[in-house]
């Protein structure tokens, strides 16, 4: 019974306490009120149980802090970019873009598109006074490797990826010691399609120590269907 009451009595002083804060805020211009907002933020995620969950934290930030990475293999065709820009359009910012934060740039892991429309729609843009939504990818997952493979999972969920771009990437992680079972686990891959996309580069070194099986015989036509990574929605 004690405990219920002082934690009744806790959250009470917290959310006056709170209403106090943005008492404070209200009057603040914009540029500062986004970051003391943001800073807001990150001492509240710091305490919360979820805070290990990146989605936990949405901070606001500079559209043009964000910038796009050099490994995404994702392509949406122009009636879906105008689809997604109408959906945000009416209504709103659903979804953050996943980021990696360096220094003050922020690197898109996930939500290139979304990225796109904030910066380059009109009305979105001035809605948003120039800022996007991002979410930051926890600390443990901020290595070139991981990024990569974070955006692959995103990506595979929904939409096409390009085949090459797809090979190049699976070529990369190789190169940079990732072996076929992890890149297999990391991108939702199995062993065979690793073996393909790799093949795919022309660079038989890379699988010269690897056995195919029937279904991936080296010299088979390219049957770019089954390489299409295509994902229900």
């Known amino acids: 019974m004690t405990q219920d009451l002082f934690a009744a009595n806790a ?3 917290a959310v006056a306490l709170a209403s106090r804060i943005a008492a404070l805020l209200r009057g603040m211009p914009l540029d500062a009120l986004v970051p003391a907002l943001n800073e807001v933020r990150q001492v509240l ?5 979820f805070r290990y969950e990146p989605v936990d934290c949405v901070r606001w930030v500079p559209a043009a802090t964000v910038t796009a990475n050099d490994y995404n293999p994702n392509s949406v ?3 879906e970019m105008r689809l997604l820009e109408h959906s945000i359009e009416a209504n709103g910012y659903t979804q ?11 690197e898109v892991v996930d939500g290139f598109h979304r990225h796109r429309v904030g910066k380059e729609s009109k009305a979105v843009g001035k809605r948003v006074n120039g800022f996007l939504p991002v ?3 926890n600390a443990d997952r901020e290595d070139r490797n991981d990024r990569i493979a974070a955006t692959i999972r995103h990506n595979r969920a929904r939409g096409k990826h390009k085949v090459e771009a797809m090979s190049d990437i699976v070529v990369e992680l190789k190169r940079r010691n990732w072996s076929d ?9 199995d062993p065979d399609e690793v073996l393909r996309l790799t093949q795919i580069t022309g660079l038989a ?3 010269a120590n690897q ?8 010299g088979a036509p390219d049957d770019d269907e089954g390489l299409a990574l295509e994902e229900a929605a």
Do not use: C, N, Y
């Open 211 to 218: 056995s195919f099986s029937k279904a991936w015989e080296i």
């Open 45 to 49: 995620h710091e305490v919360s149980p």
């Open 77 to 79: 065709a122009p009636p």
């Open 96 to 106: 953050p873009i996943v980021t990696w934060q360096r220094d003050s740039a922020h």
């Open 205 to 207: 070194e890379l699988f």
């Open 135 to 137: 979410v930051a990818i």
């Open 11 to 13: 959250t009470e002083e």
């Open 181 to 189: 079972e992890k890149i297999a686990k990391e991108l939702g891959m």
